[in-house]
């Protein structure tokens, strides 16, 4: 039996992988959750703390956008069986050029506080544009709305300085991802037409590949 643990995306709650169906006696599905960060906590310590959370040896870990960073970082820390990431990047150097700029000029720090107060902006930034109308599913899927855990996760998620991509990463990202747009990445799977929450979008796609990909060495 596979034990898969799946991390959502920035902000988000467990519930966007709800479409996620794989064989029961194939594979046991765990849902990661964030947690909120110490006082400048840095995502490595942060990371350490949600392997806390792993209850299992030699897991798949799967991790969404900001998930994904995440993932990769506690797979410093654990012996995992394959890691895979989803709507994400593997290095520093797949960020867009406008985060680039914010990291370099740190327009991160001033992030608005009320952003986390305004779920329709709070989607825009973790979500993405496309589902900008759809203020229901906002509410449905991001929960996260700590004002600390917000300018935490986008510093973090700006300043990631991970310079190469972990050996034998599985990376699944869409061509028509706002977020992170497919011309900055390199060496992934390419889903036509999958956006920023294909998890969602896509969900069929994941059921069809999701296990081969676990189970092929």
Same mark, same amino acid.
């Given at each position: 039996?596979?034990?898969?643990? +799946?991390?959502?995306? *920035? ?9 996620? $169906? %794989? =064989?029961?006696?194939? !594979? ?66 797949? +960020?867009?050029?406008? *985060? ?9 720090? $001033? %992030? =608005?506080?009320?952003? !986390? ?33 917000m300018r935490?996760?986008v510093e ?42 294909? $998890? %969602? ?17």
């Amino acid at each position: 039996m596979t034990h898969m643990y +799946l991390m959502p995306g *920035m902000a988000a709650n467990p519930s966007i992988f709800e479409h996620i $169906i %794989l =064989p029961k006696d194939r !594979v046991t599905v765990h849902r990661l959750e964030w947690i909120v960060p110490n006082s400048k906590e840095s995502i490595e310590d942060y990371a350490l703390r949600m392997t806390a959370f792993v209850k299992h040896s030699d897991i798949v870990l799967l991790g969404v956008s900001f998930g994904g960073v995440i993932v990769q970082e506690m797979a410093k820390h654990i012996k995992v069986q394959k890691l895979i990431i989803v709507s994400s990047v593997k290095s520093k150097h797949e +960020l867009p050029r406008r *985060m680039k700029l914010s990291r370099k000029l740190k327009l991160y720090k $001033i %992030l =608005p506080t009320r952003l !986390v107060e305004d779920i329709d902006t709070l989607a825009k930034y973790a979500l993405g544009e496309s589902v900008k109308h759809r203020v229901a599913l906002y509410q449905k899927y991001l929960s996260m709305n700590d004002r600390h855990y917000m300018r935490w996760a986008v510093e973090n998620m700006i300043c990631w300085d991970q310079e190469n991509p972990p050996e034998g990463i599985i990376h699944i990202h869409g061509d028509a991802d706002a977020v992170f747009p497919k011309r900055y990445i390199e060496s992934c799977i390419t889903i036509p037409g999958g956006t920023h929450i294909m $998890i %969602l979008t896509k969900a069929k796609w994941f059921n069809k590949n999701l296990l081969q990909l676990i189970e092929n060495d």
